[in-house]
Each structure stands twice: as structure tokens, then as C-alpha cells.
């Protein structure tokens, strides 16, 4: 069989040319890495769970009307995608202060915001993925105005959806990063929702007891990042109810 090429490696994910014009094909490596890469690690199983993870978000987006890029699964750790050009930006929504914000501002961790806020970081590692205002965005050129309003009101759509989602299976959602993709159907540029959604890219907590179930756990050495990403799994039903959260991941067909 012909080698398929390979589009992009990034640290967490493959893209390989697709099958179509206009697809790529997103693998799911198992590499960890936090702190723009100065820690990293291989977890066994990871890339199969954010896989699955990515398309049952995508796919309960696209079911409530949000375009994404996903098409479908193609196996365990790869899925068939739209290809996109991506909005260099990192669009970050926070319902609760954590990470950066809390340490930016000084606030304890956990504390409830007012309202969901958004927040945009530029997309590019030798920076460290910088906080921009919404002005530079503009300014620069990476989105028009009209495209930042549509894109943050799809990025607080984006946070109903997953908010209640998780609220549904006893997990606060503390805040999240999402890329945008525009596509163009014929001449008309359109924006989706891009690249992945999984516990990489979310902050996720129990409600009851504030476990860290995201990759705040391997950031912050906080115990078996497998055995969070396959609770978050197993209660959203993409692991069997009565699948141990331990060891290697067992995945419903
Ligand atoms: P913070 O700005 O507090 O570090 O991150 C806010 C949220 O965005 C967290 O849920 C974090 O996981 C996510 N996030 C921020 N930057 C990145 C990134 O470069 N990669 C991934 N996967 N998630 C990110």
C-alpha cells in the first residue's frame, strides 16, 4: 500500500493527506506534553481515548448545529477530518478562574466568574502562545471583526454545550481552548470548530470532590493521566458503566 502523506505532526497529533480533496486524516499520538513542551511523556492508550472523546464532542456539536471539522472515526486512533485553514489563535473559555488566569489576576483557583468569559491566545509556540486583545486580532489581520463576534459567539455556544454536558455526568467545567477552521463553500468563507476537544484541552473537576480529571493531572503531577481521561470516558458512555478506570482503555464499539 503507498505511504500516505503526512500534511503536519504537531505534539499530540498526525494529519495525513486524506482520501478526498478537501480531508485530512487526524491521528492521536499518545505523547503528552505541558509547558510548550519542556515536559513530556508517552501515555499509553491516550490518543485512543481523545479520539473517541473529540468525536462524541464533535459530533453532539454538530447535532445542536455547530459546524466542526470531524466526518467520522475511521479507527482507534484515527478520524477523518475537513480540512481547514486555521485561525491562528487559541480561543480560551473560562467559566471558573484556573491556569493562567488565576495566576495572572491572582485568584484562587476554582473561584466562579460572573459570566463566561473568552479570551485569545496567538497561536505559536517560539511565543508561547501569547495573550492577544481582540484589537491586534483585527489589527493583524488573523480575523475580521465580523469574524471575531461569530467566533466568540460560537466559542460560548461551543461552552453551553459541554458545560452541560459534563454537568450531566458530575463534572465542572472549569474552562476549555478550542482552534477555529474557515472553509470555503465556493466562494463564501464559512468558520468551524477545529482540531480536537478532549481532556487535553479542557480543564475538567468532579463536582462533588474537585478531582482534576484533565491534563492538569499530568502537568501538575497529579497521578495516572489514563486513569482520568478513562473516568471522563466511562461517564459519558464512550467506556462501558462498569469498565475499571484503571489500566489499558476498553472502548465500545
Ligand atoms: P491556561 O491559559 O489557563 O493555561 O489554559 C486555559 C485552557 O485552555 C485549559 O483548559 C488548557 O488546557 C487549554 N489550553 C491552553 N493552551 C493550550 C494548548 O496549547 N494546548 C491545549 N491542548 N490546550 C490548551
Not at 98 to 106: I, V, Y
Request: net charge negative; proline share 5%.
Amino acid at each position: 500500500m503507498a505511504r500516505r502523506k503526512l500534511v503536519y505532526e504537531g505534539k499530540a497529533k498526525i494529519l495525513y493527506e486524506g482520501p478526498e480533496p478537501g480531508t485530512l486524516v487526524q491521528y492521536f499520538k499518545d505523547d503528552a506534553t505541558a509547558f510548550n513542551a519542556e515536559k513530556k511523556d508517552v501515555i499509553d492508550g491516550k490518543g485512543v481515548l481523545n479520539n473517541r472523546l473529540s468525536e462524541f464532542f464533535m459530533t453532539g456539536l454538530q447535532r445542536i448545529g455547530i459546524p466542526t471539522h470531524f466526518i467520522k472515526r475511521l479507527n482507534m486512533r484515527e478520524q477523518l477530518i475537513r480540512q481547514v485553514e486555521i485561525v491562528p489563535l487559541e480561543v480560551i473559555v473560562r467559566n471558573f478562574a484556573a491556569g493562567t488566569m488565576a495566576k495572572r489576576l491572582g485568584m484562587e483557583e476554582g473561584t466562579q466568574l460572573p459570566r463566561p468569559v473568552v479570551e485569545f491566545s496567538y497561536k505559536d509556540d517560539s511565543l508561547g502562545d501569547p495573550l492577544v486583545p481582540e484589537e491586534y486580532i483585527v489589527a493583524l489581520g488573523w480575523a475580521s471583526q465580523q469574524d471575531l463576534e461569530d467566533i466568540i459567539a460560537m466559542a460560548l455556544r461551543v461552552n453551553d454545550f459541554l458545560a452541560g454536558v459534563m454537568h450531566g455526568v458530575g463534572i465542572k467545567l472549569v474552562d476549555f481552548k478550542i482552534e477555529i477552521g474557515r472553509v470555503y463553500d465556493g466562494e463564501f468563507p464559512r468558520l468551524i470548530v477545529a482540531d480536537e476537544i478532549s481532556p487535553d484541552s479542557c480543564r475538567l473537576w468532579d463536582i462533588e470532590t474537585n478531582e482534576k480529571l484533565d491534563k492538569d493531572v499530568f502537568r501538575r503531577d497529579l497521578g495516572s493521566l489514563s486513569d482520568a481521561y478513562t473516568e471522563v470516558a466511562r461517564r459519558l458512555g464512550v467506556l462501558p458503566q462498569n469498565n475499571a478506570p484503571s489500566g489499558k482503555p476498553t472502548l465500545v464499539n
